[in-house]
């Protein structure tokens, strides 16, 4: 059932995303017509909104946060967490930015893991976060596709298929967003985007500027930024034989297995066959995992389960080989390790704590880190590329900014330069010529951290000592750049 927001919660959504122009109305009249006005105002907003538009509406005291429910489709309820951030600082000439997290999976929850796990102001320990993003920029987190985490579908016939209708529903969620919300629609929209979010938010990224350009959504496209992005899968699933083999997580015997398969995949891909290109691939992390002794796809130093963030196979669905994609409880690990006994699991805090904090929630609803349910649906689309994507926003002028983790394994480095050299654009030579600078921790330049270049709107980070999952393992260097890369105003 979907969440039947009370009065207050309408009247209160459409006050907070009208508010500038209603204050101002109000200002400009006599004490003795104010209240009438406003009363006016806001009858005339609830009588004309409309069934599918922002639902259930909240925010904290200060104000200082919001979430809530946009109905994208009929019976397909997609939910948001905005956080504006107590660092913003006020520079004509630069406007502080906002971020959208997309999250992997497909179906891994951003309200949740890029929330709590990565890069949000507080920790799954309800503890701040000293390399939260918030310094550089506002975050707005989202459950996206609908039926990750706390969003959620009536029927499931309504899970979306390929990543143009994810992209379609997010761009409904920011027309309901930033449209009637000047703040909002005057600070420069990022688009970040981590593991398989990346695909999603190069058609986001197309889908923004159709609808800014036909009048339907107002706002600043700033830029749209591929953290380890599944871009490529056949050029991923190619680099993972010859880079398991250089780091003596697997044989010649297990390499030879690896670019086997990985040939498969190509002749399957070629062959538009893409659901049977998802199913090579999952027996192809079968093979590597028991040939590599079960190397973590996320980070090759690591064996599978010790990585804080990774994404695991259960045996049983091994013995099957049918991967389970699901990201696991970062803390619990991390909890074990350091051997605290309670408190840190994201999902006992996001179905407690969290769940009880945001109040329209359905009670029937169980917060999970990943939908199994949005992966089976978007199967078919799962292996295909969207280089040709990306072309299209460099042609259009949009920054594209790439960074990878020097230990990434399932969106290796070595696969992301390989799909970078398939792009038509025109400043690609260019873009190869140019040297790469030495990146440091802001006020400590005792260590590389990774190396950076650019040419025009073409972006490219490399990150030393980084698996997977950036900001996680490397957090300095990752607040760095999302800066440089915002644009964000000093402090």
């Known amino acids: 059932m979907s969440p ?37 105002v806001i009858l005339c907003l609830i009588v004309s909104c409309t069934i599918g538009e922002i639902k259930a509406v909240r925010s904290n005291s200060d104000g200082s946060e919001a979430w809530g429910y946009v109905e994208v489709r009929p019976k397909a309820h997609m939910f948001w967490w905005h956080y504006k951030s107590p660092y913003r600082v006020e520079d004509p000439s630069k406007p502080w930015p906002i971020i959208l997290w997309l999250q992997g999976g497909p179906g891994a929850s951003g309200v949740g893991i890029g929330n709590f796990q990565e890069v949000g102001p507080l920790d799954t320990f309800l503890k701040p976060r000293n390399s939260t993003w918030l310094k550089k920029a506002d975050l707005l987190f989202v459950d996206s596709p609908v039926g990750a985490g706390y969003s959620f579908v009536e029927e499931k016939e309504l899970y979306v298929k390929s990543d143009e209708e994810a992209a379609k529903d997010l761009t409904t969620l920011l027309q309901q967003l930033f449209n009637k919300n000047q703040i909002l629609n005057h600070s420069p929209l990022y688009i970040v985007a981590e593991s398989y979010g990346g695909k999603i938010a190069v058609k986001l990224g197309l ?30 699933v190619f680099s993972w034989g010859p880079l398991l083999n250089y780091v003596s997580r697997l044989d010649y015997n297990g390499m030879d297995l690896s ?65 389970l994609k699901k990201y696991s409880r970062y803390l619990n690990d991390l909890r074990s390790a350091n051997n605290v006994d309670e408190g840190g699991d994201l999902d006992t805090l996001m179905n407690g704590v969290i769940k009880k904090k945001l109040k329209i929630i359905p009670k029937d609803l169980v917060w999970g880190n990943n939908s199994g349910n949005v992966f089976s649906a978007m199967q078919a689309d799962f292996m295909r590329p969207t280089i040709d994507g990306v072309d299209e926003l460099l042609a259009k002028g949009i920054d594209v900014t790439i960074y990878n983790g020097q230990l990434d394994v399932i969106c290796s480095t070595s696969g992301t330069e390989a799909w970078v050299r398939k792009l038509k654009w025109e400043g690609l030579q260019e873009f190869k010529k140019m040297e790469r600078e030495p990146l440091y921790c802001e006020n400590d330049r005792t260590r590389t951290r990774g190396f950076t270049k650019s040419f025009k709107n073409l972006h490219f980070y490399w990150i030393l000592g980084a698996g997977h999952f950036v900001p996680v393992d490397e957090p300095c260097v990752a607040l760095k750049m999302v800066g440089d890369t915002t644009k964000s105003p000093q402090l």
Do not use: C
């Open 4 to 40: 039947s927001p009370s009065v207050f919660q309408l009247f209160f959504s459409l006050y907070l995303y009208n508010q500038d122009k209603i204050e101002k109305l109000i200002h400009k009249q006599s004490s003795k017509m104010k209240r009438s006005v406003a009363q006016m």
């Open 207 to 236: 889908s923004v500027i159709n609808a800014v350009q036909s009048g339907k959504l107002k706002l600043h496209l700033g830029g749209v930024v591929l953290g380890d992005s599944w871009i490529s899968p056949e050029d991923f």
């Open 259 to 323: 670019n086997s398969l990985a040939e498969k995949i190509r002749k399957q891909l070629k062959n538009g066959e893409y659901v049977e290109a998802t199913e090579t691939w999952m027996e192809l992390e079968s093979i590597i995992s028991l040939h590599s002794n079960s190397v973590d796809f996320y980070n090759f130093m690591l064996d599978s389960g010790m990585d804080p963030l990774s994404l695991t196979t259960s045996e049983e669905t091994r013995k099957e080989n049918r991967i």
